[in-house]
């Protein structure tokens, strides 16, 4: 008894002078923010077991990891996706929570943002997604995607933005800038190569050195040294037969030493798979192992992640040195300086009428124009408009897979038309159906099609006009992750619907909502498209504003339109190229994607990359570089005056390709080295100035694995699109001469 009394005694007055000289000392470095971040970080992991080091660098949930508790250091909160913050989740499955405080604002799909060429709205695009993912205590944000869009039939590129790397480059680094502004990570996606679903999980990626470099890569290295982003996730693929998860080339060489990264590589969910690879090769964080990160996860203890009790035992053997833990754990802890100790960040806001203002303007911005015969649209005030096809009253927020949002609202299509010209001048018909959105496109519909058709027919007959509202959707091998397009025409029979209501209906407009290209055998007889996006919370009050002529359609395509699956290069080169063979897929187009294709292959797309009709017209004139020469280290300066030459407000796009006159390696005949959006009123000229350095005139050569700019004659051409040119100037660059 009285041992233990004196014990006790003892042990609280060793508490008493622990707490006195913390307080007379302060805090324990780690936690004193007036020393440096490194200086904290590696006090933290000075004090840190080799065990908790261990817990730091796996999942110990669905979308969290665990922190280190004793040091109070915060678990990592994570959520998808790059249009909005997903829904809370179970913590071990796919399963969705079903809480009733975790909807969001759903922001049109990110070819939407692509598709407005605007980096100012990319910016408050991002500053939406990072409040609302302050306000969700989220720490990092698991987007935006920036992989090349290759093939049309891809399940992810409405995630993306597009088929050009320097709209991908200029969009999203003022996006990661808006959101990490909150204190929330974005987390860039998927590094890299993942330009199909299809095998997505095993499928060797075969591409040269000049397109890895001068493609696939350039939106990654931009969102990492221009946009600082503070994370980056793996892609399922593997390149040259190694995971990109854990791929030395790709992680360690790229992005961490020649790019400088200095923030947390994280899996994507279930994509590692190899302890010793992922400890080496640069895997800062293994989440969602054991999962196809979609539908099913099969519940595997987290201590037998591959960077988990394994890596452990491996270092306990002295087969791995415990440095390779502390330079993963020093990242982490860096992220969460930047975020969850970070005292000074925002709070975050939630559906804000902010939000939701960005929102209508991102898809109204977005939405191009592809066609408009005799001035068919806008809809003229007072006409019976006849308004069919499920995608004008479909929900398109949900599936899709990872990047599925719950949305506080979602105006349809047929809403926003309604509230626009007024119930009594729009009737409805379903026209087609689809199955669910979480399973196979080809689940029959729960109607008969039949009935749907005809009712349709009977419905555009008794109209002045028809705005058929159809496309793709988020279900199984549509725009959804996982798999991808089995063909390039509309699904659901919509094909032939169009025509049968063409047949008792001329005037019908098609407006397509979807992530891809899609067949249109029914062009020559319509006389107006458009090509929509998943346009969110403010889809059907963004597509009203363009459709009555309140504002004038300014999107331009940020991937082109083949007449038929074959014009495009992923598909000119048989199975190997898509979707490959035996899980290895032949980039044999090289360089020449997209327009790069058409243009050098002589191949004309049915709508061109950079399309996009206004109702007013545009007129380029004085074109002109500031200079006839410049060193390689120079910027040109260039200059154009655009007018506004008809009758309504509108916004054009102007758009700078470079070619080269004699290039030393091939290239493709013209390349986007600029673009600059302006806004005009009817007869309103302004000059526009777009600066290119010299340095982005490169191409990358892979014998000498180096960029280079050749002594040789450049063209600039201006143009409303990449095939409607309106205006050159000519340049030459000179290594002889004096950098100014
Ligand atoms: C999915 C997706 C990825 C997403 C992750 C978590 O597999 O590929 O983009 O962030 O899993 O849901």
């Not at 975050?348 to 408009?372: D, F, Q, S, W, Y």
């Not at 408009?385 to 004008?392: F, K, T, Y």
Request: hydrophobic share 40%; net charge negative.
């Amino acid at each position: 008894m009285e041992l233990r009394f004196h014990l006790r005694n003892i042990i609280s007055c060793m508490t008493l002078i622990a707490a006195f000289m913390v307080s007379v000392a302060g805090p324990a470095p780690y936690l004193d923010e007036s020393l440096s971040a490194e200086e904290r970080i590696e006090d933290a992991i000075s004090r840190m077991t080799l065990e908790e080091k261990i817990a730091m660098i796996h999942a110990q949930s669905k979308f969290s990891t665990p922190g280190c508790p004793r040091l109070g250091i915060p678990e990592i909160w994570m959520s998808d996706g790059p249009h909005g913050v997903r829904m809370e989740f179970t913590w071990d499955d796919w399963a969705h929570a079903g809480w009733t405080n975790d909807s969001c604002t759903a922001m049109p799909a990110l070819t939407c943002l692509a598709a407005t060429f605007n980096p100012g709205l990319a910016r408050r695009y991002g500053a939406v997604v990072g409040e609302e993912a302050r306000f969700r205590k989220k720490d990092i944000m698991l987007g935006p995607g920036v992989n090349i869009y290759r093939t049309p039939l891809s399940g992810r590129n409405f995630e993306y933005m597009g088929e050009d790397p320097l709209l991908a480059a200029r969009m999203v680094v003022p996006y990661i800038k808006g959101l990490q502004a909150n204190g929330v990570a974005a987390c860039l996606k998927h590094f890299a190569l993942n330009n199909q679903e299809h095998d997505r999980d095993k499928v060797n990626v075969v591409v040269g050195e000049r397109a890895l470099n001068e493609l696939y890569l350039p939106a990654f290295k931009a969102g990492v040294v221009e946009g600082g982003v503070w994370a980056v996730m793996g892609s399922y693929n593997k390149f040259r037969d190694t995971y990109c998860t854990h791929n030395d080339t790709l992680v360690n060489k790229i992005l961490k030493d020649q790019w400088g990264f200095d923030g947390v590589f994280v899996t994507d969910w279930g994509s590692a798979h190899d302890t010793r690879e992922a400890a080496l090769n640069g895997l800062d964080i293994e989440m969602g192992s054991w999962t196809n990160g979609l539908t099913w996860g099969k519940s595997n203890a987290y201590d037998n992640y591959y960077m988990a009790q394994p890596l452990l035992a491996m270092i306990r053997r002295g087969e791995l040195d415990e440095s390779v833990v502390d330079d993963k754990v020093r990242r982490i802890l860096r992220l969460c300086l930047r975020t969850n100790m970070n005292r000074n960040r925002p709070w975050g806001t939630m559906h804000t009428p902010g939000h939701i203002a960005v929102a209508r303007e991102v898809g109204r911005e977005g939405i191009v124009l592809l066609k408009n015969e005799k001035g068919f649209l806008p809809v003229k005030s007072g006409k019976k408009i006849a308004v069919i096809g499920e995608n004008a009253v479909k929900t398109l927020s949900i599936g899709g897979g990872s990047s599925e949002l719950k949305p506080r609202i979602e105006i349809s299509p047929l809403e926003g038309l309604r509230a626009r010209f007024g119930d009594e001048n729009i009737s409805f018909s379903l026209g087609y159906a689809s199955g669910d959105p979480n399973y196979s496109c080809e689940l029959p519909s729960a109607y008969d099609a039949d009935s749907l058709r005809l009712a349709a027919i009977e419905t555009a007959r008794m109209a002045d006009m028809v705005l058929f509202v159809g496309g793709l959707n988020k279900n199984y091998r549509q725009d959804c992750e996982g798999d991808d397009r089995l063909t390039y025409s509309l699904p659901f029979g919509q094909d032939s619907l169009i025509a049968d209501l063409l047949e008792v209906n001329p005037n019908l407009a098609v407006i397509i909502v979807s992530g891809n290209a899609v067949d249109m055998p029914w062009e020559e007889k319509v006389p107006a498209i458009v090509q929509s996006w998943y346009l969110g919370s403010m889809g059907g009050v963004a597509l009203a504003d363009i459709l009555s002529g309140d504002f004038s359609p300014s999107g331009k395509l940020p991937f082109s339109i083949p007449r038929r699956l074959e014009d495009c290069a992923a598909h000119s080169f048989g199975e190997r190229g898509y979707p490959g063979v035996d899980s290895q897929v032949y980039y044999d187009e090289g360089l020449l994607v997209g327009y790069r294709w058409h243009d050098t292959k002589k191949i004309p797309a049915r709508y061109p990359f950079g399309h996009g009709l206004s109702y007013t017209t545009f007129r380029y004139s004085g074109l002109e570089a500031d200079r006839k020469q410049y060193a390689p280290g120079d910027t040109l300066t260039v200059t154009l005056t655009v007018t506004n030459t008809g009758g309504c407000r509108g916004a054009e796009t102007v758009q700078l390709y470079a070619s080269q006159k004699n290039p030393r390696l091939a290239r493709p005949a013209k390349e986007l080295k600029g673009f600059r959006k302006t806004d005009l009123q009817p007869g309103e000229s302004k000059e526009i100035t777009i600066r290119i350095p010299v340095s982005d005139l490169a191409y990358y050569d892979d014998t000498m694995q180096r960029w280079v700019v050749d002594d040789d004659e450049f063209t600039i051409q201006a143009g409303s699109s990449s095939t409607d040119l309106r205006a050159k100037t000519r340049f030459r660059v000179d290594s002889n001469l004096a950098a100014r």
